[in-house]
């Protein structure tokens, strides 16, 4: 039964997934007549077993008789135990959990005690049978984040309004999104102003407002009036394909401990297997030559040695706690990154979009050389028309489309950007461009955390910018220093006063501005080749993604749908809320510390056991019930991890 479940990713012919039962792992919860077609056959074969055997107990049946029936009893259950050893055999996995069973079976049919043979197996099968419905359910869970997935979209069309299913629609089409429905692929807005429910991408029900033009992404939920928007990617590309491809896809991304946990068992079940024989065979030689005695307690031996609590278990937590993260809005791509984050003690966070909001306002404009506050205006909203950088949306939004022609418009990161507007070559950005294309900027004078603007080379104007701390920043500072979090960073671009104010009001010691991409990403380099553990980097995705990408933990966090953030980070933080980035490493010790308790407990139980059966004659249906005990124990610690709170 378990290798049924093993290397699967949750696919399942649904258009995410490839799993030959749909409902099992792509609905939210299942009917009990759903149940029962899923697990009933297994749930029979099990009852029929049980009473089989106790009959066969009960009522004093031939020597032969009684064989038959509890080899008919034994193959009930064991059927799939066979099958998936012999499936293991075709992998060249010879000694795994099911060799260890079927080995165990054969030798107490061998030594006259069927009954025992027969409560192995039926027990091992509850244990199984119990471990597939508590990985299916949390795998249902998960992929109820296909639930953010629509099934149908309608689309305009000349002739009226078609449905048709979301992997067929084009780029560029015109859709409808009526009140309660998901927007099933990434689009712009073409109508007025819309609101939307962000809970099933953030985790957070908050409203979002949307303007004309501007783009919306799938999963959002539409709360308003219908509205109508023009797709800007296909299905596959879109922000909600991404995140459930991501979860998907977090299986292969595999913790050390997970495989130690593989290797370990490759190692340790031959080594049993080698014990047992070793038990049967070499102390009866001591001891009068009882070897059904020493048989009998090489089969308790081999039944609580059987490793899968271990194997089952450490794959399930880190699944199920990826699975409640993303829930929460909070993409982590493996469990190897859960791991690392569990050991983080430096965060290299960016500022703008990351610690402060991103959301400028114009404090103050300053004009020099007869240049008029409009004509700069309109001029730098014409510029950042092109640019992504959290100050162009706020021209964005004073000018969504500029009357110009404008030319050659060249963003120079971490600087500004320069065009020729009408002609004329413009400039804007900070100290940094104005020395590159040599503005005189004497005539700003005082406080130096400005914009420039400059028009043919001759300052036009100074701009200054206002931009807030996120709101839980402080909190969140202090929190990732109380998990543990010694060094706490801030690289940016920005000029250094006003930088040096950000870091001072949030709370973060270290400051490192007036940097240029490159140098960001050589800092970054100097920090983490300084440090002992993992470093984190924090940045918003739309200019880090080299910092992001060289990280042992990069977190993109901020508007979803940049489109590298998702495929660059290792964690994507689907909204601004900073709080996330503590929440993330508190949870991913949880999980770190689930797994340890996962293997400790399940190791000290069973070596205390192993070692008793060989001092004393502990029962096989004992030794077969701590082990599946010791599996559920496991699994259910697993499952603990179901809700990020
Ligand atoms: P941060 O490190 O804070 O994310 P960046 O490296 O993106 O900042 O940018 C550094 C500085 O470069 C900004 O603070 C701003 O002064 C200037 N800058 C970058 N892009 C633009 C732009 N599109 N318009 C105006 N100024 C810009
Ligand atoms: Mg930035």
Redesign the pocket.
């Given at each position: 039964m378990k290798n049924k479940n093993k290397n699967n990713s949750l696919s399942c012919g649904c258009g995410h997934c490839n799993h030959a039962e749909h409902d099992i792992c792509c609905k939210k919860n299942l009917t009990l007549r759903e149940m029962f077609k899923y697990y009933g056959k297994d749930f029979l074969c099990i009852i029929t077993s049980v009473i089989l055997l106790v009959i066969s107990e009960i009522i004093s049946f031939s020597f032969v008789a009684n064989f038959i029936i509890k080899l008919i009893t034994a193959s009930l259950c064991g059927f799939t135990i066979i099958y998936d050893m012999i499936k293991g055999f075709l992998n060249k996995q010879f000694l795994n959990e099911n060799t260890l069973m079927v080995i165990a079976v054969i030798t107490s049919f061998c030594i006259n005690i069927y009954a025992e043979g027969v409560v192995i197996v039926i027990l091992y099968s509850v244990g199984e049978l119990f471990e597939r419905i508590a990985t299916d359910s949390s795998k249902r869970k998960i992929a109820g984040l296909a639930e953010l997935k629509s099934s149908i979209v309608h689309i305009i069309t000349k002739e009226g309004i078609i449905d048709i299913e979301p992997e067929n629609v084009v780029v560029n089409s015109l859709i409808e999104i009526r009140k309660g429905e998901i927007v099933p692929i990434d689009s712009v807005l073409l109508c007025g102003i819309a609101e939307f429910d962000t809970k099933t991408i953030t985790g957070e029900s908050k409203i979002k407002v949307v303007e004309f033009g501007s783009s919306v992404i799938s999963g959002y939920i539409n709360i308003g009036d219908p509205i109508i928007v023009k797709t800007v990617k296909k299905y596959v590309d879109s922000t909600v394909e991404k995140i459930i491809d991501s979860v998907e896809n977090s299986l292969e991304n595999k913790a050390k401990t997970q495989k130690f946990i593989s290797t370990f068992s490759k190692i340790y079940t031959p080594i049993v297997v080698a014990l047992a024989f070793f038990i049967s065979l070499v102390p009866p030689l001591f001891d009068e030559y009882n070897f059904v005695k020493w048989l009998y307690k090489a089969l308790s031996f081999l039944v609580i040695s059987c490793p899968c609590a271990l194997v089952i278990s450490v794959p399930l937590a880190f699944f199920v706690g990826i699975g409640s993260l993303a829930k929460k809005g909070i993409l982590v791509k493996g469990g190897n990154y859960i791991e690392k984050i569990s050991k983080i003690n430096t965060i290299v966070f960016?500022?703008?979009?990351?610690i402060t909001t991103g959301n400028y306002k114009i404090s103050n404009i300053y004009t020099y050389n007869s240049f008029d506050t409009d004509e700069i205006i309109n001029y730098v909203c014409a510029l950042?028309e092109k640019?992504t950088?959290p100050?162009?949306d706020l021209f964005k939004k004073i000018i969504p489309k500029t009357k110009y022609t404008i030319e050659n418009v060249k963003?120079i990161?971490?600087?500004?950007?320069v065009g020729n507007i009408n002609g004329k070559e413009v400039v804007?950005?900070?100290k940094?461009?104005a020395n590159k294309y040599e503005v005189n900027i004497d005539q700003i004078k005082g406080i130096d955390d400005f914009?420039v603007v400059a028009v043919n080379g001759v300052l036009a104007s100074a701009i200054f910018l206002e931009d807030e701390l996120k709101e839980n920043i402080t909190t969140c500072i202090e929190k990732v220093e109380k998990q543990g979090v010694k060094n706490i960073y801030m690289?940016?671009?920005?000029?250094r006063n006003v930088s040096e104010k950000v870091a001072h009001n949030a709370g973060i010691k270290n400051v490192y501005s007036e940097?240029s991409?490159v140098q960001?990403v050589d800092i970054l380099k100097s920090i983490i080749n300084k440090s002992k553990e993992n470093v984190m980097f924090v940045g918003?995705g739309?200019?880090?993604a080299p910092s992001i990408a060289m990280a042992d933990v990069g977190v993109a966090m901020g508007d979803v749908g940049s489109e590298i953030a998702i495929d660059s980070a290792d964690v994507v933080i689907m909204d601004d809320d900073i709080l996330k980035i503590s929440n993330v490493i508190k949870f991913s010790k949880k999980i770190k510390r689930t797994v340890m308790q996962n293997i400790i407990g399940s190791l000290l139980i069973k070596f205390a056991i192993m070692v008793l059966s060989i001092i004393i004659r502990v029962p096989i249906w004992l030794s077969n019930f701590s082990d599946v005990g010791v599996m559920l124990l496991a699994v259910c610690n697993s499952l603990k991890n179901r809700k990020v709170r």
């Open positions: 960016d500022k703008t979009g990351t950042e640019s950088h100050i162009a963003e990161v971490g600087m500004g950007l804007v950005g900070n940094k461009i914009h690289l940016t671009g920005d000029n940097l991409p960001k918003d739309i200019n880090d």
